[in-house]
T-cell receptor
Framework: DADVTQTPRNRITKTGKRIMLECSQT?????MYWYRQDPGLGLRLIYY???????NKGEISDGYSVSRQAQAKFSLSLESAIPNQTALYFC??????????FGPGTRLTVL | AQSVSQHNHHVILSEAASLELGCNYS??????LFWYVQYPGQHLQLLLK??????LVKGIKGFEAEFIKSKFSFNLRKPSVQWSDTAEYFC???????????????FGAGTTVTVRA
């Protein structure tokens, strides 16, 4: 849905480069999440944020950092990209105990 | 630690066949349960969810799932699949009542379903 947008949609980069993936939402949700998807592993949580001042590590946060610039924006950074960070990255949002709504994904390739 | 198991990695079936995808989780407390679908090249979309009440949940596109608490299972079913059901299906579980886990989902590895015309 256009309610959750991610940029860029595709990115090819080289080892050691700094990369930022951006997520914006118009749903007014307070909670935002970053996942990576790898074949056979499902989705794994990288970071999540309950509000602008509340950021938490997920199960695979090493090598990643995040910034919650506003309630509607949540960015994921790879400070020094490595090949095993090649994956499909999804942003998601929710409020309360409702289901999560996902963005269209960013396909990242690190050469 | 919370874990979610999906028994089948890849299921191939013909149109009009019945589909059942298994999902088990390891947490013994209260849970919320979800099935998401990812069509080729698209983002995850919610098929159905269970929070409480009737353990047989009906979702979109003719899918349903049954929560069996004693078996820690939430299997997804569809009586008659169509070619357009070709997709990857993810089971997800949220633990309820433990603040550090509130609002987080644990996903299974996914099941790829291929429906042949």
């Amino acid at each position: 849905d256009a309610d959750v947008t991610q940029t860029p949609r595709n990115r090819i980069t080289k080892t050691g480069k700094r990369i930022m993936l951006e997520c914006s939402q118009t749903k007014g949700h307070d909670r935002m999440y970053w996942y990576r998807q790898d074949p056979g592993l499902g989705l794994r949580l990288i970071y999540y944020s309950f509000d602008v001042k509340d950021i938490n590590k997920g199960e695979i946060s090493d090598g990643y950092s995040v910034s919650r610039q506003a309630q509607a924006k949540f960015s994921l950074s790879l400070e020094s990209a490595i090949p095993n960070q090649t994956a499909l990255y999804f942003c998601a949002t929710t409020s309360g105990y409702n289901e999560q709504f996902f963005g269209p994904g960013t396909r990242l390739t690190v050469l | 630690a919370q874990s979610v198991s999906q028994h089948n990695h890849h299921v191939i079936l013909s149109e009009a066949a019945s589909l059942e995808l298994g999902c088990n989780y390891s947490y013994g407390g209260t849970v919320n349960l979800f099935w998401y679908v990812q069509y080729p090249g698209q983002h995850l979309q919610l098929l159905l969810k269970y929070f409480s009440g009737d353990p047989l949940v009906k979702g979109i596109k003719g899918f349903e799932a049954e929560f069996i608490k004693s078996k820690f299972s939430f299997n997804l079913r569809k009586p008659s699949v169509q070619w357009s059901d070709t997709a990857e299906y993810f089971c997800a579980v949220r633990r309820v009542g433990i603040r550090s886990n509130d609002y987080k989902l644990s996903f299974g590895a996914g099941t790829t379903v291929t429906v042949r015309a």
